[in-house]
């Protein structure tokens, strides 16, 4: 419950100095975990900057490198910079960018600072330099292909680059459909998201969609359970800014 969280965090917060390493980072890990799991029930900028929180306080401990390694987690660090976009952070995700990249294993550090400088990029709206830096990643795994084929999507779209798309889009559906190594429920978040995005180059190419722009806001309001989906309800409001 949320009374259990906030009396957790307070007491934790007030003893946290005096508390032993490994309990330390196990109340760090369940508080990170509560607003993971609010965050998915509603995506709220309340559990966005709660978590936060919890992250600065994951890495001014250094609770990462408890796991018997001095490294931070590929999938961590990631989330972690992230979240700092989610809150509007950018000054601050630079400085976790430059103050722990050196905490990723050695053999991840180019392709992880090629896909965060991607990432930052794309957040200071420099879409062309953020492309630039998805181009220097080199890696099969899973983790990065799959953030780093829907930014670069993303990228094309804000340029407005629609046949660099189209033939972008049918190759994720390619990578999608034959992906042994991705779940049934994250095809399906891919496949989602590649939906909604035909349907913004629709209106970009002043096609006839099925639904207004409000009625298409509504359903994925409904139904948000999709990769980046707070991107495409981003451009779907700025098209709805823009008729009126």
Same mark, same amino acid.
């Not at 590929?74 to 995700?93: M, R, Y």
């Not at 292909?145 to 189209?166: Q, W």
């Not at 349907?199 to 002043?206: C, G, R, T, Y």
């Given at each position: 419950?949320?009374?259990?969280?906030?009396?957790?965090?307070?007491?934790?917060?007030?003893?946290?100095?005096?508390?032993?390493?490994?309990?330390?980072?196990?109340?760090?890990?369940?508080?990170?975990?509560?607003?993971?799991?609010?965050?998915?029930?509603?995506?709220?900028?309340?559990?966005?900057?709660?978590?936060?929180?919890?992250?600065?306080?994951?890495?001014?401990?250094?609770?990462?490198?408890?796991?018997?390694?001095?490294?931070?987690?590929?999938?961590?660090?990631?989330?972690?910079?992230?979240?700092?976009?989610?809150?509007?952070?950018?000054?601050?995700?630079?400085?976790?960018?430059?103050?722990?990249?050196?905490?990723?294993?050695?053999?991840?550090?180019?392709?992880?600072?090629?896909?965060?400088?991607?990432?930052?990029?794309? =957040?200071?709206?420099? %879409?062309? &330099? +953020?492309?630039?830096?998805? @181009?220097? $990643?080199?890696?099969?795994?899973?983790?990065? *292909?799959?953030?780093?084929?829907?930014?670069?999507?993303?990228?094309?779209?804000?340029?407005?680059?629609?046949?660099?798309?189209?033939?972008?889009?049918?190759?994720?559906?390619?990578?999608?459909?034959?992906?042994?190594?991705?779940?049934?429920?994250?095809?399906?978040?891919?496949?989602?998201?590649?939906?909604?995005?035909?349907?913004?180059?629709?209106?970009?190419?002043?096609?006839?969609?099925?639904?207004?722009?409000?009625?298409?806001?509504?359903?994925?309001? =409904?139904?948000?359970? %999709?990769? &980046? +989906?707070?991107?495409?309800? @981003?451009? $779907?409001?700025?098209?709805?800014?823009?008729? *009126?």
């Amino acid at each position: 419950s949320e009374e259990h969280y906030n009396n957790l965090k307070k007491y934790a917060l007030s003893n946290f100095d005096h508390l032993h390493e490994s309990l330390q980072k196990a109340t760090i890990v369940y508080l990170i975990n509560y607003c993971t799991r609010k965050l998915k029930r509603n995506n709220s900028y309340k559990y966005k900057l709660e978590l936060n929180k919890n992250f600065k306080l994951y890495l001014k401990y250094k609770l990462y490198k408890l796991t018997g390694e001095n490294f931070i987690r590929s999938d961590i660090f990631i989330t972690i910079l992230s979240n700092f976009f989610a809150v509007g952070k950018i000054t601050e995700a630079i400085k976790f960018l430059e103050d722990n990249i050196e905490s990723i294993q050695p053999s991840h550090r180019k392709n992880m600072t090629a896909i965060a400088n991607a990432l930052l990029q794309f =957040e200071k709206k420099d %879409f062309g &330099e +953020s492309l630039k830096h998805a @181009s220097m $990643i080199k890696s099969n795994t899973s983790l990065y *292909k799959d953030k780093v084929k829907l930014l670069i999507l993303k990228n094309h779209y804000e340029l407005g680059n629609f046949d660099i798309a189209k033939e972008l889009s049918n190759n994720y559906r390619s990578y999608l459909t034959e992906n042994r190594h991705m779940t049934d429920l994250q095809k399906e978040k891919g496949m989602m998201f590649l939906h909604y995005y035909g349907i913004l180059w629709k209106i970009f190419d002043e096609k006839a969609i099925k639904v207004t722009l409000n009625g298409l806001r509504k359903e994925i309001g =409904e139904n948000n359970r %999709f990769s &980046e +989906s707070e991107w495409v309800i @981003s451009k $779907i409001d700025e098209l709805i800014n823009k008729s *009126k």
